[in-house]
């Protein structure tokens, strides 16, 4: 297959997948076929792109045939790859899954189409090589989201959607600014070429301010501290199909683009820039998982430990060598895939108990043990117990940071692995142990906690997350070909040459 | 509010500024013009209609569901990018067709006149949506 076939067909599958689905608007028996097709694409596009990559290197496809710098470049290096398969992975999932989940109503007011817009955009800003060009995909991830996030219009959605479109605006407000900013200064929002030009600049604090500035707005989108408050307050509201997608992917969107801004654009002054990455990095971790342990809902705890694990992201990016920063792609990687495990797992214990409240649900081991496992192997792999991925992700970094001797930071990430333990544990033991108090008194409504039987709805629940779950028991065993698949990807990350060299030098 | 005098001069602006959406849409073909604006001239009319009748004669005049023609608008949009991708160029390269036709001279024409019908249909179709799903409120 052509280069420029591969790398466009992440965000031409959605697309298409998005319009056929609004063209049988009507139908929502034929929308559900399409969509899970539709995913199923994307996952094995995105697999296609990963080994092209691995293979051949970075490609580069110049959209509309005109050439970088000009033009606007769409790239695919091993960090985009990676990240565009696992979009994959969790669309399809996630797309199964919501075919048991969804409710009618949502369905036929355009779930679907949204749902595989949403794909287009974070599959673009994954891939997209021109800094206006990310501006413009993450605006069609904002507004497919929020219209996601609000979909079905209860009081406690429109309030979460209000809020978090308030916030990311502000932060689209200021990326402009900054886009308009580094445009004055380099002349040019390629971002191979402003890795390129911003190199030997004479006004190094200028581009630096700047950077700042980038920091602040993809901050605000992947929910770093002090700027996270619109994540727990909006991602429990919408259905669980829906926050299961948008905590997978938008968050690590904001942290794929600081990734990438912070290893080809702004290295001018690492020293300072990197140091506040750090600071930061350890505050994210610890708010996180301390707003967590507060939290007795199963959605809002969840999402509190998301903002902990944008930390551990970070702090590769700040420590800026191979082994870290493969730690931090690792933790990416392994977050989408037990996050979005816990979010499914949780609904599906909705589905069987009817609440998310810990104190309501109760027992779920005596009657669902099959479940009880799932969720354990979740857990313990998000808490970071070996042999689970989440082990090897914190083994990573942890390494990582030794080698270069950042003492406190590992202090603050092992601190705030065991708080992690404990908010499992918690959720293990009042949701999954002990009898609810309902049931304490035999006041449990008839029918609460009888298994269904494995009719197609609950297939199209439990094959999902049966699927994440392996996975995540399979990146731990098998940790060794994913770990060094991510140094190379870091190593990449780390000598901007190759990125430049491949989206400019490609033409002369 | 009906007033005679809107309504008579409606019925004939209508068609000039339908007319009219149509040749912006073709002159963005060379020169300035193009789909986005011909289709907001064209959901004016729409729109000036629905102001001087009511939403559902303008419903009636438009004859399709807005969303049926935002998904063909985007299909053919999206589309245009594919007859490239299938003639093993980036996505969106446009390949140009010419040919004479005798006694009217040479003509031209790329996969991007698709691409500006589907941003046409597009434009039309999401601000007829908003303006009369308001309206309807």
Not at chain 1, 58 to 69: F, R
Not at chain 1, 262 to 282: C, K, N, P
């Given at each position: ?12 599958i959605p697309?298409v997948t998005g319009v056929i689905a609004l063209l049988f608007y009507e139908q929502r028996e034929t929308q559900r076929i399409i969509s899970a097709i539709g995913a199923a694409a994307l ?48 669309a399809f999932t996630v797309a199964l899954y919501s075919l048991a989940t969804m409710d009618p109503r949502r369905e036929s007011f355009g779930f679907y189409p949204l749902f595989h817009i949403l794909l ?28 996601l996030?609000?979909l079905g ?86 259905p669980i199909a829906v926050?299961?997608l ?105 589905r ?100 269904p039987?494995w009719n197609s709805q609950m297939l199209a629940m439990f094959v999902p ?44 | ?64 569901r807005?969303q049926m023609?935002i998904a063909i608008?985007l299909a ?62």
């Open positions: 297959m052509s280069h420029d076939l591969l790398v466009a067909l992440p965000i031409v697309l996952l094995i596009a995105g697999i296609a792109l990963l080994l092209e990559v691995r293979a051949e290197g970075i490609l580069v496809s110049d959209m509309g045939g005109w050439p970088a710098p000009f033009g606007i470049p769409f790239v695919a290096d091993l960090l985009s790859a990676v990240l565009v398969m696992m979009t994959g992975l969790i287009m955009g974070i599959a673009g800003s994954f891939l997209t090589g021109d800094m206006f060009n990310l501006f413009v995909w993450f605006e069609v991830m904002l507004i497919a989201s929020f219209v996030i609000a219009g209860e009081r406690a959605q429109l309030e979460g959607a209000i809020k978090y479109v308030a916030l990311n605006l502000i932060s689209s407000a200021i990326l402009l600014a900054a886009i308009g900013l580094l445009y004055g200064v380099a002349g040019t929002l390629n971002m191979a070429d402003l890795g390129m030009k911003l190199q030997d600049v004479d006004e190094p604090w200028l581009v630096t301010t700047i950077g700042m500035l980038f920091l602040v707005s993809f901050g605000i989108k992947a929910a770093i501290f002090p700027m996270f408050f619109w994540l727990p307050a909006s991602y429990h509201t919408p926050t299961a948008v905590a997978a992917l938008l968050s690590k969107v904001g942290v794929y683009a600081l990734i990438r801004a912070f290893t080809l654009i702004f290295t001018q002054e690492t020293g300072y820039t990197h140091q506040i990455l750090l600071v930061v990095a350890g505050l994210t971790m610890v708010t996180g998982v301390l707003g967590a342990v507060a939290q007795y809902e199963v959605r809002k705890l969840l999402s509190f430990h998301i903002i902990s694990q944008i930390g551990y992201m970070l702090v590769g990016l700040a420590i800026l060598s191979p082994l870290a920063l493969a730690g931090s792609i690792f933790y990416i990687v392994h977050n989408m895939v037990t996050k979005t495990n816990l979010f499914l797992i949780s609904g599906a214990a909705y069987l108990q009817g609440t998310y409240e810990l104190k309501q649900l109760g027992s779920l081991y005596r009657y669902h043990p099959y479940i009880s496992a799932l969720f354990f192997v979740s857990a313990m792999a998000l808490a970071g117990m070996p042999p689970f991925s989440g082990f090897f992700a914190k083994l990573t970094l942890v390494r990582g940071s030794l080698e270069v001797e950042h003492y406190i930071i590992v202090a603050v990430a092992l601190f705030t692995s065991v708080l992690t333990l404990f908010s499992m544990t918690k959720i293990w033991t009042e949701g999954y142990w002990t009898p609810s108090e309902a049931e304490e008194n035999d006041e449990l409504p008839p029918g609460v906690n009888s298994w039987g997350i049966i699927i994440l779950a392996t996975l995540s028991v399979g990146m731990g065993i098998f940790a060794q070909p994913v770990i060094s698949l991510l140094i190379e990807t870091a190593e990449q990350l780390l000598e901007p040459s190759l990125y430049i060299e491949a989206v400019i030098g490609d033409e002369s | 509010m009906k007033s005679l005098i809107l309504q008579t001069a409606t019925r004939s602006l209508v068609a000039v500024m339908l007319l009219f959406s149509i040749f912006l849409l073709l002159r963005g073909h060379d020169e300035p013009g193009g789909g986005f604006i011909g289709g907001l001239v064209g959901a004016a009319a729409f729109a000036l209609y629905a102001i001087a009748f009511d939403v559902q004669s303008a419903r009636r005049m438009l004859g399709i807005p023609m608008g053919m949009a999206g589309g245009a990018g594919i007859i490239s991708l299938l003639a093993s160029e980036p996505y969106f390269a446009h390949l140009w067709y010419h040919t004479d036709i005798p006694g009217f001279g040479e003509i031209h024409l790329g996969t991007f006149l698709l691409f500006d019908i589907g941003v046409f249909l597009v434009v039309i179709g999401v601000t007829l949506l908003v303006i009369l799903t308001l309206s309807e409120e």
